[in-house]
């Protein structure tokens, strides 16, 4: 009886052991990969004088992430595994004497047409002090003319504007169902020159995603899910690292060029 008890009290061992390393291996996967980014990229500064102004000032500091599966999560393994969810954690990393949220605003499917339907109810009355716009890959999938999409683009971006809230726009993922279409290049290439148009700060994913693909940072099942467009834990949590950590020195540098303003 005392062998068998042993025994059984062996197996439930054996079987609480494999369980803790399966938890520490599906925790340790979600961040499998330096989340780097490229020399062509990293220089690119951010201007945001608006959330400058709301570090500087008692309160919240709002954030909207606005855009469509990406930004609500598909893929991740939970919600707080979605790129805004860490995004707020990591500027709260940066800032910790600042309360800063930001809002998912991400609705599976969206186009920039729909994503405009909903800019009051969903965007325009939180009164951001930045909004992080992801758009265009639906577009891409969905056949729409890049300039129907640069025309609604517009249209946002003067939204925003009257308003007085930063944007950053976010270009779509690096992934095999967004690479299919033809017509990917044009519209990035477009998207960049309509941001450097009327001075609106980019975030390049697509670039960054890329870069991590082909230089070996990350193999494309780390970065993609199995149906070939949505991102996993792990390349939402480098998106979110590499867009605070770029807030963060883009604010960073601006502070120490007034510095340097007010002291020549």
């Not at 500087?56 to 930004?71: L, N, Q, W």
């Not at 325009?124 to 002090?129: A, E, G, R, S, V």
Request: aromatic residues 8%.
């Amino acid at each position: 009886m005392s062998a068998g008890f042993n025994l059984i009290s062996r197996l439930g061992r054996a079987r609480l052991t494999a369980a803790l390393i399966g938890l520490i291996s599906a925790s340790t996967s979600a961040f499998a990969f330096e989340c780097a980014v490229p020399r062509h990229v990293a220089p690119a500064k951010f201007v945001l004088p608006m959330f400058e102004k709301a570090l500087h000032a008692e309160g919240d500091i709002t954030i909207v992430a606005m855009g469509s599966s990406s930004t609500q999560g598909i893929g991740a393994s939970e919600p707080s595994k979605s790129y805004p969810a860490q995004l707020a954690d990591e500027l709260t990393r940066h800032w910790p004497h600042h309360h800063i949220r930001v809002i998912n605003s991400g609705v599976n499917g969206d186009t920039e047409k729909d994503m405009l339907a909903r800019f009051q109810h969903d965007l325009i009355d939180y009164h951001p002090d930045l909004v992080i716009w992801q758009v265009g890959s639906n577009t891409i999938m969905k056949g729409v003319p890049v300039e129907d999409y640069l025309a609604s683009l517009s249209n946002g971006i003067a939204q925003i504007k009257n308003i007085k809230a930063d944007l950053i726009l976010m270009n779509p993922q690096f992934s095999p169902a967004i690479n299919h279409y033809p017509e990917t290049p044009h519209l990035l290439e477009a998207m960049h020159a309509l941001s450097a148009e009327k001075n609106i700060n980019l975030f390049q994913r697509y670039e960054i995603m890329r870069f991590w693909l082909h230089d070996d940072y990350a193999t494309l099942d780390e970065m993609i899910g199995r149906d070939g467009i949505h991102m996993r834990d792990a390349s939402y949590h480098c998106l979110a690292e590499v867009l605070a950590s770029k807030i963060e020195k883009s604010v960073h540098d601006q502070k120490q060029i007034a510095i340097r303003d007010r002291h020549p």
